[in-house]
């Protein structure tokens, strides 16, 4: 009976990694690590070697994301698990067009659980990616601002006062105080100035 081994490419400068993803893969009896690269710049030259490849295994900790895209590119269609030893770039990752996030790059049961995963057909992010990407849009929707906080900071913007914005809302200037507090957490901005230049790069004033 033949069996068939999953042929994984770790694209990594590593060495270290790539010695313990060896062990790792190769001990696992269904996977197999085949080619190692230090770059992308010398994959089209490798196509054909390329083509028999069931995974790149992408390291984002040691190759710049415009390596990723560059990969993407040119094999659109080649299943592609980035791993990081962080989860702030996987906003960029996912844009690319990823199929698989691993946060933790030492976590060699994930490693292999996301491997399966990829072969199965489906996309998988771990726990950690998750939850960056669950903050990070908490956080952008905890971002919007109320019809009246955009009122106050736009006064703001044009350098009135607290009394003059409070006479024009026809509120108390410590509810302008108050509106502002909110402001600049929603914003999380240190002051006016912070306040506005990030609501103005939102577009909310």
Known sequence: MTFFYTQVALISKDILLLDDYTRVLDVSSKFLLV?????????????????????????????????????????????????????????????????????????????LNQISTLMNGNKTLDQISIQYLFNYFKKELQSDLTVREREVLEELSLNRSYKQIADKLAISTAT??????????????????????????????
């Open 35 to 111: 080619e190692h690269f230090e770059s992308v710049s010398n994959l089209s030259a490798k196509r054909r070697i390329l083509e028999r490849i069931d995974v790149l295994i992408f390291d984002l900790g040691t190759i710049e994301v415009s390596e990723l895209i560059k990969l993407k590119t040119a094999f659109p269609l080649k299943r592609v698990l980035v791993i990081n030893s962080g989860s702030t770039d996987v906003l960029k990752a996912m844009a690319v067009g990823i199929d698989g996030f691993l946060s933790d790059r030492r976590d060699f049961r994930e490693l």
């Open 176 to 205: 302008v105080k108050t509106h502002l507090e909110h402001v600049y957490d929603k914003l999380d901005a240190d002051n006016k100035f912070d306040a506005i230049d990030k609501a103005r790069i939102k577009k909310l004033i």
